[in-house]
């Protein structure tokens, strides 16, 4: 059974500050995501990366996946109070097969004004 | 609009009593998928799909079945619930070309509790 591990799971910091999230597996996935949650709603796509190694930019938002694709990262640059929000890592296993994703237990960011 | 619409969004119901969670995309995806969301666990897979006739075991299936008889819905079953099935429950389709940076659109939640 594949899994995967995020930290922390609770993160309550003062705006302007940085953060970093984690997502850790003993898995190589093909691909992993990024989401946000917001309460009441699905979740929402922030990032997918693919090749290990790669890093990818969204405004204050850094992504990294790790090289040997096991594990990644999320930075978010002087947090504002509109960053608040659950933040979900996916790990994707595709093979001709088989197509499943799992996700992380999420990590809930609150930025206090 | 391309979305993921899902019904009903509430639902309420006893023990035994069979019922269907319709899931509808409108974007001509391919691969579709159910999952559960519970406080502490994050999103687990129940079923997904990746064409029409063609559906598998997630993680956690148990107590559920689907069906792909077309490409733009996925209904999910469950044929005798039980309280431990009460959850939030996310459809979610993604993928016109396949590949694993596909972008995953979910649909607003449909939350479930079984007396």
């Known amino acids: 059974t594949q899994l995967l591990e995020q930290s922390p799971q609770f993160l309550s910091i003062q705006e302007g500050e940085n953060l970093t999230v984690y997502c850790n597996s003993s898995?190589?996935?093909?691909?992993l995501q990024w989401y946000r949650q917001e309460p009441g709603e699905g979740p929402v796509l922030l990032v997918t990366v693919v090749t290990g190694g790669e890093v990818k930019k969204l405004k204050r938002l850094t992504f990294q996946f790790g090289d040997a694709r096991k594990d990644s990262s999320l930075h978010i640059t002087a947090a504002q109070p509109g960053d608040t929000g659950l933040y979900l890592c996916a790990g994707r296993f595709m093979k001709t097969s088989y197509d499943k994703v799992i996700f992380g237990p999420g990590t809930s960011l609150s930025v206090i004004p | 609009e391309a979305q993921v619409t899902q019904n009903p969004r509430y639902l309420i119901t006893v023990t035994g009593k069979k019922l269907t969670v319709t899931c509808s995309q409108n974007m001509n995806h391919e691969y579709m998928s159910w999952y559960r969301q519970d406080p502490g666990l994050g999103l687990r897979q129940i079923y997904y799909?990746?064409?029409?006739?063609?559906?598998d075991k997630g993680d956690v299936p148990e107590g559920y079945k689907v069906s792909r008889k077309e490409k733009r819905n996925f209904p999910l079953i469950l044929e005798s619930p039980s309280p431990n099935q009460t959850s939030l429950y996310f459809c979610?389709?993604?993928?016109?070309?396949?590949?694993?940076?596909?972008?995953?659109?979910f649909g607003p939640g449909t939350r479930l509790t079984v007396l």
């Open positions: 898995s190589v996935f093909s691909s």
């Open positions: 979610a389709s993604s993928g016109v070309a396949g590949g694993p940076s596909d972008t995953q659109y």
């Open positions: 799909s990746m064409n029409v006739e063609v559906t």
